[in-house]
Structure formats: structure tokens, C-alpha cells
């Protein structure tokens, strides 16, 4: 625990919790642990977990109802385990009826079977039947990520209306500066803000006021569509409807910025061959980290295999003209960071939103350029580097005017090939309803490997008369 | 532009646009205009910008004061030079003086600078101070992305004197949702929200619910850390103080949300050897692309020279062995993913505050237990592969099981140093204050590449006796 942080945000640290416990002043204790914010009292209780759990039991019971439920929510799930395990089934009722639902699905979502019968055992029966309804929702979904406790207002309402119905029912919502308008059958009409009914006098109607023209997503949608829609429109949250256009639930911008930074980080790893885990890296073991590292690392190398028969077929070649062998790492590495710049610039604006499967031609065509310069300025400067460098410098006469001339052009035709593999490949697997950030760096390594061994030696051979 | 969302949004289509254009119907188009969304219209006006830049204007003049400022602000840099070069001085001057301090700022650090100082000609004394200020901050700092635009209650203020003071200031502030409290000094003493002004009498003092803890950030902190900061404590928005705890400004999730984004984007850009634009992919040109793209190509291209000056210096010992050259892809790649699947989480769980500086031991230790048992899994398959597959199945009896043995211990080897390096590279990166993320597949690739090709030889020499 950071006891710099503590002392300037709180004015105690850790230690002074210690000694208070020590002390049994617990009525100063139960107030300073009151005061600390939800997330930094859930990250403490956690670490105290870990040393001493009969007293974690007895921090948490002295957090106030609702601190309580808060706190409990930001607990990693087998602290939340621990907890369930060990109050009784009223302290347990109290808890599950202050946690938003989605904070509840998550957590139900990774407990075991028999913990998770006796929390809905424990649930009343309103929230039971939310809670199953939420776990029907796919993982991925507007469904899964919104929650069920928002404020809906009526068109026939005053803004002095609105104002008692917060008042009267906004201490469960999770947010309150976006209220949302529905008819009798819960149909979404539109939206009104906390800021439209302050700078609105008391007498006007609801109806008057709201906006109409609701960006809205379905329960089924993708998660990350509905992060890039809050992206585009600096939404604070959005309203959740069915396939009948009825308000289901809500999304509010804290979770779609986890989700945002989800996302990002599983097509980091896909990109770099990692099967996604979603855990922070020390509190993934070392088996499940191998098991997310070993599926790719082992496809990708036995398909190597290729490369290697390539080689093995122009074996005689490289015995001829022993220069060549030298050179095949640096024309692999460079087309491979060709190709891997190309797919992980594709994949990252497909992510976003910037290019659509429309958008392949014109993809195609600007890479295509792209590729044309840097080939060119690429096997211009590598060629004059190897007759400098390589062949006076280091004095390896084997590399004559041809060796020199077959290694460029092949560095010239092969990052042209690859940056079209790089950046068509994405697409294509994003059309094929595949993640297209599978067809990253390790992937198109592998293809343009072999590619480029392939053009390397079929220039050997126009060019030098071997193989 | 997209009919059908525009349709099931709005109830009409760009078409109708048009069509009331043309009958010259300038009421109903006036009102259709101002009932788009602000960044639906930016996007229309840019594209109707490229087409028919007289009509782009008129519209835009149709727009109400307010949406003509929001609007505005989601325009591309060189739409909104082109409105400015065209607008008159007072319309000028309404649109500056309706923008948001950061959007204004963020325009002026692109636009050239006689359309600078035309516009800061016309804006308010104060607007004009602000702005000044304003651009001062140094890129990617708190301060840089802050807005002005804040409400500031003070602490002696009942609930009832709070709304009044949110109805008379609140309608030019970006969110109100948020309310900080301030002394006569403007130093910052506590934060209140709307819900907590809501859920509580009139008659109650700010003083009394007001949250004391406040999580605030100073100017010259980092955005990628401000970001963090909102993840971690689910924030709406953030107070920005002064070395002197006065408060300046505030930022909203909004602005945070992008930051997120870019700084997704740039990380994954440099994993990829690219040097980051900031823009989306068909905003970039083709000279700019190939310049973001060529400075790492070039750079890797001739350090792998290295690799070339080691397969020279072992020339004699694969002419003996033939067998030894076809698996050198397959050695170069594996070790080189190894490295990548490292580096890469590393790099990710750094910039998401998951792994510090301190770690750096655990990290290792972590490391190397995984890559133990990656190269054991990875050497075993490979050597019952190149057995059955390379050897009985292709008939290349060039490959004896000393050869087979020597390939799979390298493999073994250069696993086990290529995920070390993977994993210390980007940590040793960040502690000299350089950013892990250039520390990534390319790099990593080409060091990794060097040294499995000396394992590779060493092994050679021992159990072959060549070399």
C-alpha cells in the first residue's frame, strides 16, 4: 500500500489503521474506514485478505450498508468468495440487494456452482429473476454490460415532477445526469438531461424539453460498437432497448471505458500470438500463461516446415554461391516488419472504426504506394550499404554486382508482396467473421517468410544462373 | 453518408436535404439542420464541404449559435480553416466565443499562423488570455487536455444557493454533473455532485456534504496516468490544480476516453515499428505514411547486418552441414515470437500500471519459469517433428539426431534468452524514461535474431565438430 498516497489524500496511512486495531479503538477505526474511497478500501482490504482474513471479515462488517456493497463490487472474485463464505445469509441478503446488477452478474459469472446457489438463494426474488435474465445476455454484448438500475421519466411530466421522482428514486440509480423517457409499455421516446431540467423552468413539460433522437443500441450489439458510438457522440451513457424498442437497462461510460481498455489489450495480445486472458499480469499463474502462449508459438513453428523445404530444395544454389545465405535473415526480418506494419495499421483502424470492408480497394491502393516508396528507398540504401560496407569494408568479394542486384530486388518485389498480404489479410478474416487481429505480425511473418525466400531464389536463378 | 441511419434516426435523409435545397424551402431546412446531432452534422458539413463548399457555408450559418460552436468543433482542422477564411469578423468572433477554452486550443495548435491570429484577434481580452495560457501546457499533459469551463460552488453555499448558482452559470460550463468547491483563493477543497445536491435538502450546506477526499491531478502530470486515474476510480471528471492547489480547469471522461484511444493506438504503432500520426488511416498521405513508416525499416535493415557478418563467419560449418541452413527461419522466427509474446505484455501491463518499475525481479522470475516450460514443450515437439516429418517423411537423411539434437537445444536456449530479453528490454526502457512501447516485436526480433544464430553455431561446433 502506497502510504504517501494515503497520508495526502486521507491524512492516515496504513500503519496508523494498525495501530488503531491494535488499540481497539474501533469507533475511530469503523470512521476512517468509512472515509476511504470505495476503490482504495477494496485494493487494502484485498492485501489484508491475503495476511490476516479473520480481520478483512471485520473491517468489511464495519463499512456501512451501503460503502459495503460498493466496496464488495471492486473486490477481485476470490476475495468476494472469501467474503460469501463467511457472513451469514442476512449479512449476505444485504449485499446482493445494494450491488448493481451488472456488478453482480460479473461476480456470479466466475463463482462455483455451489456459492453461486446460495447467492440467489439470498436474493429476492425481483432480483433473482434480473439476475437471470442478465446471464442470458452472449459475453461481448450490449446485454452483458449494461446495468438495470436507471431513472425513467414520462413526456407528460414537469421538470418539478422529474425533480420529486429523482429525489424519491434516484439514490439506487447508478447515474442520475441522463434520465430517459418512456411511454406506459416502457417503449424509449427519448432523452433528457440533469442540465436541461436545471436551466428549464419548473412548469415545462418533459415532452417539451427531451430529445428525441436517441442514440441507442440493442442488447445483442457488440460491446465494442457501443464504445465506439460513445467515442463518436462524448456520451455518458445510452440507453439499452430490445427488439420491441423497450428500455431494457443502460450503459454508463465507466464500464464502457474497461471495456475500451479490454479490448485493447486483447488485440495487443492477438497481434503478438497470445491467446487472451483478461487478467492482470501477476495474477495470471505461470501454467495459464503458457497456455496462452504455447497454442501459436507451436502452429507457427511447425509451419515453418515450409521455409525449411524451400530451403532444403535450394540447397544447391547456397552451396554455388555461398553469399546468398547471409543475407536470407535480413530480407525475412525486413519484409516480415513490412507486412506487420501494414495488418497492425489496418487492424487498429478496422477496431475503430476508420476502415470498413467497403474500404478494401481503396486499402489496397494506398498500400500499394506506400509499399512502392518504401521498397524503392529501402533496396536503394541496401544496396549501396552491402557493396560499402559489406563487400569493401568486410572485404567479402564473394558478394559481387549480381549477388548485390538479386538480394535488392528481391527486398524490392517482397516488400511490395508484403505489405499487400499485410493488409488484406486482416480484412479478409474481419469479412470471413473472424478477429482480424489474429492476422497480425506472427502470422504474416510466417506467409511472407516463405514468400520471400521463394522470390530470393527465383531471382538467384534468372539473375546468377543457379539452383 | 449512411440514408438508412439517417432515416431511423432523424425520420429523413441527406437526399431530402437536398431536395428542400433545391425547391429553396429555407425554413424547413434551417429546422432540419439545427435537429441533427452535433457530430452527424460535422460529418454531413464535411462532406459537403468537398462537394460544394457555398452550400457547406450557407448551412452552416443556418445553424443556431450554440450548435454552430459544437458543430464547429467537430469539424477536421482544414474544414474549419475554410470556415474561417470565409465567415465575417462577428461571425468569427460568436464562434470563438462559444467554443470550449480546449477545443480552441486544440484547432490553433493546426491551424497556420495568420488563421491564428485572426482568430485570437477576435476573440474577448479574456478569451484571448486563456487561450494563451492554454497552449503553453506541454503536449500530452493534464493541462493540455483541461477545459475552463467549470462551475466552482463555495463551501459556506446552502443546497438551494447551489442550484441558483448552477441555473445562472451553468449553461456555458462542458458538465455539471461535477461541482467543485473552492475558497476565496480558488484553492480546491472538496468536490459535490449533482446526486448529492439532489438526495439532500434544501436548506443543507455545502460544507457538510461535500467529499474532502478529492482525486485531482496538476497540470503537468501525464495524460496516460490522468487516464489511469479515471479507470481505476470510475470518474466522471477530474479537478486540475496549480502546484498551489488552486484549481484551474477540470477534465471530462470524454476527453479522457480519446486519450485512451490514442494512446491504444500510438503503443500499438511503435510495437509495430511505426512512428505514431494521430490521425485515422485515409486522413494520413502516402509521403506521410511512408515517412512514419521508413526510419525503423531502414534502421533494422541494416542492423541486420550483424546476422549477415555471423552466417559469413560460419560459412565453412553449413557448407559441411547443409541440413543446418533450412532451419534457421524456423529457429529466428520461434525465439523471435518468444520474444514478442514477452515484450508485448510487458509493454501493456506497464502502460496500464499492472506491472511497476519495482517488479522487475518478479517479472523475471515469472518469465523464466514460462519460458522454461515454452522451450521444454516447444523443443520436444519439434524434435519428434523434424524426426518424423523431415526426416522419414522427406527423406532429408541429411538430418542425423545429432542434427536433430542440435536445433532443439538451441530452440530450448534461445527460447528461454528470448523471453528474457522480451521482458527486461521494455522495463529498462521505461526506467530511463524512454517509452517501453518501442521496445517491442521489431527490436526484440532483431537482437533475438543475432543471438539464437550464435546459440545455434556454438551447439553446432560442440555436438557436430564443425565450425
New interface residues.
Given amino acids: 500500500m502506497n502510504n504517501e498516497y494515503f497520508m495526502e489524500?486521507?491524512g492516515f496511512t496504513p500503519d496508523d489503521l494498525d495501530k488503531f486495531f491494535e488499540e481497539k479503538k474501533y469507533r475511530q477505526l469503523r470512521q476512517m474506514l468509512n472515509?476511504l474511497?470505495d476503490?482504495d478500501m477494496a485494493e487494502y482490504l484485498e492485501q489484508l485478505e491475503n495476511d490476516d482474513h479473520e480481520r478483512a471479515l471485520l473491517y468489511f462488517r464495519m463499512l456501512s450498508k451501503d460503502n459495503a456493497a460498493d466496496v464488495f463490487s471492486h473486490l477481485p472474485v476470490d476475495t468476494q468468495e472469501s467474503i460469501i463464505n463467511d457472513v451469514n445469509d442476512r449479512e449476505l441478503r444485504v449485499i446482493i440487494d445494494e450491488l448493481y446488477v451488472d456488478d453482480a452478474v460479473d461476480m456470479l459469472e466466475e463463482l462455483p456452482a455451489t456459492v453461486v446457489r446460495r447467492v440467489l438463494a439470498n436474493a429476492t426474488h425481483e432480483t433473482r429473476s434480473l439476475i437471470n435474465q442478465f446471464l442470458k445476455y452472449p459475453e461481448d454484448s450490449a446485454g452483458s454490460i449494461m446495468t438495470a438500475e436507471y431513472l425513467a421519466l414520462k413526456k407528460e411530466m414537469t421538470v418539478f415532477n422529474a425533480?420529486d421522482y429523482?429525489?424519491a428514486h434516484?439514490?439506487d440509480s447508478e447515474q442520475?445526469?441522463v434520465l430517459f423517457v418512456t411511454d406506459a409499455q416502457r417503449h424509449l421516446e427519448g432523452i433528457v438531461t440533469?442540465?436541461d431540467l436545471?436551466?428549464n423552468s419548473y412548469e415545462t413539460r418533459i415532452a417539451e424539453i427531451m430529445d428525441d433522437?436517441v442514440?441507442k443500441c440493442v442488447t445483442t450489439d457488440d460491446q465494442e460498437e457501443v464504445a465506439n458510438q460513445?467515442?463518436?457522440?462524448?456520451?455518458?451513457s445510452m440507453a439499452v432497448v430490445d427488439q420491441e424498442n423497450r428500455l431494457v437497462g443502460i450503459i454508463t461510460?465507466?464500464d464502457?471505458?474497461?471495456v475500451?481498455?479490454d479490448e485493447?489489450?486483447e488485440?495487443?495480445?492477438k497481434?503478438?500470438?497470445?491467446v487472451p486472458t483478461e487478467k492482470?499480469?501477476?495474477q495470471v499463474g505461470?501454467?495459464e500463461?503458457?497456455k496462452s502462449?504455447?497454442p501459436?508459438?507451436?502452429l507457427?513453428?511447425?509451419s515453418?516446415?515450409f521455409?525449411?523445404?524451400i530451403?532444403?530444395n535450394f540447397?544447391t544454389a547456397?552451396?554455388a554461391c555461398?553469399?546468398l545465405?547471409?543475407?536470407?535473415?535480413?530480407l525475412?526480418?525486413?519484409s516480415?516488419?513490412?507486412g506487420?506494419?501494414s495488418s497492425?495499421?489496418?487492424i487498429?483502424?478496422l477496431s475503430?472504426g476508420?476502415?470498413k470492408l467497403a474500404?478494401v480497394a481503396?486499402?489496397i491502393w494506398?498500400e500499394v504506394?506506400?509499399a512502392f516508396?518504401?521498397g524503392l528507398?529501402?533496396a536503394i540504401?541496401?544496396f549501396a550499404?552491402i557493396w560499402i560496407?559489406?563487400r569493401s569494408l568486410?572485404g567479402?568479394f564473394g558478394i559481387t554486382f549480381y549477388v548485390d542486384l538479386v538480394v535488392c530486388l528481391t527486398l524490392f518485389v517482397t516488400v511490395i508482396c508484403a505489405k499487400l498480404v499485410g493488409c488484406t489479410l486482416p480484412i479478409i478474416a474481419d469479412s470471413l467473421g473472424f478477429d482480424p487481429a489474429v492476422m497480425a505480425?506472427?502470422f504474416i511473418?510466417?506467409i511472407v517468410?516463405a514468400v520471400s525466400?521463394l522470390i530470393y531464389f527465383s531471382f538467384a536463378r534468372m539473375l546468377l544462373g543457379i539452383g
Same sequence: chains 1, 2.
Fill in positions: 489524500t486521507y472515509d474511497n476503490v425533480f429523482i429525489r434516484g439514490q442520475i445526469y440533469i442540465k436545471l436551466m433522437n442514440i460513445f467515442t463518436r457522440y462524448d456520451l455518458l461510460v465507466d464502457v471505458v474497461d475500451m481498455e485493447a489489450t488485440d495487443i495480445e497481434m503478438a500470438a497470445i492482470p499480469y501477476f505461470i501454467f500463461t503458457w502462449r504455447i501459436w508459438l507451436m507457427l513453428m511447425v515453418a516446415t521455409t525449411g523445404i530451403i532444403t540447397e547456397l552451396a555461398v553469399a545465405t547471409g543475407f536470407i535473415p535480413m525475412m526480418d525486413t516480415g516488419n513490412c506487420s506494419q497492425v495499421t489496418i487498429r483502424a475503430l476508420d476502415v474500404d481503396r486499402v494506398k504506394r506506400v516508396f518504401c528507398s529501402l540504401v541496401n550499404k560496407v559489406d568486410f567479402n505480425s506472427p511473418t510466417t517468410d525466400l
